[in-house]
C-alpha cells in the first residue's frame, strides 16, 4: 500500500510544535544561565508565531479545513 504523504497543515503543525519545543528550551537554558537561552528562546517563539499564521491563512484559504471526515 502506498504511503500518503503529509499535507501542508501537517507539516505546519510539525514545524510549530518544534517552534514551541524550542522556545521552551530557550526559556529553560535561560533559567539555567546559558548565555544563547533568549536567542533561542526568541526563534522558537518566532517560529511558532509564525507557523501559526500560516496555519490561520491555511483555515482561511481553504474555508474551514480540508477534506470533511464525515458525512
Known sequence: ?????WGHRERL?????FGALLAVGGAVATVAGAASGPQVALTGA?????????????HARTG???KPTRR
Open 1 to 5: 500500500m502506498a504511503k500518503q504523504s
Open 46 to 58: 518566532v517560529l511558532g508565531c509564525w507557523e501559526a499564521c500560516g496555519l490561520w491563512l491555511w
Open 13 to 17: 503543525l510539525a514545524l510549530g510544535g
Open 64 to 66: 474551514g479545513g480540508g
